[in-house]
């Protein structure tokens, strides 16, 4: 499993329902699961991986790790609440997001047995970021036409120095190569 990034066309597109909670997937939650603790994220959706299903998985500190299938927003608060959310989608870029300070979610586990949630806080936030992913929506849809294009611009531009830094790895790696070649003509070639 990878991690899709903003501007992937992917991210876009909606989820489709899980018809059957077969076996499979317990394994596909351990692994969403493995991918999130990996990363240090607190919530991670199928599409965010190329899993266009309606499953995701959030594990927020002093919490257990929980999964959701199908999820069902039963309420919201009328409160709000004004939190800075960030998105392993987009790395490193944050932004106030205001959101229900509290829900009520319906929703299945990996084993196919439905269960009902009342959130708040931290919890409520991420249950709801991860539903939007599911509805092909990231947080910077959430947020003021200006603020969004500074993140857009702040990713692309971090997008562009990864890419600088990643072909200056293969320039040097190749010219150590050709070092290597130069010093030693007769050690024999073990690469190709
Ligand atoms: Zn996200």
Request: aromatic share 6%; with cysteine.
């Amino acid at each position: 499993m990878e991690i899709l990034y903003l501007g992937n066309e992917i991210l876009r597109q909606k989820a489709k329902p899980i018809e059957k909670i077969g076996p499979e997937y317990k394994q596909i939650a351990q692994e969403l699961l493995k991918v999130l603790n990996e990363e240090k994220g607190v919530g991670l959706a199928g599409p965010q991986v190329g899993l266009m299903e309606r499953i995701f998985v959030v594990h927020v500190s002093g919490d257990e790790p929980r999964i959701f299938i199908n999820p069902s927003i039963i309420e919201t608060s009328l409160e709000t609440l004004k939190y800075e959310e960030g998105c392993l989608s987009i790395p490193n870029l944050y932004a106030d997001v205001i959101r229900p300070a509290a829900i009520k979610v319906q929703a299945w586990n990996e084993a196919g047995k439905s269960f009902t949630i009342e959130a708040s806080g931290l919890l409520a936030r991420v249950i709801l970021h991860e539903i939007d992913h599911l509805e092909g929506k990231l947080f910077i849809d959430r947020i003021s036409e200006f603020k969004r294009s500074k993140i857009i611009e702040k990713f692309e531009k971090a997008e562009a120095g990864k890419d600088k830094a990643e072909s200056k790895r293969v320039k040097s790696r190749r010219a150590k190569s050709r070092l290597a070649q130069t010093e030693s003509p007769e050690s024999p070639k073990e690469e190709s």
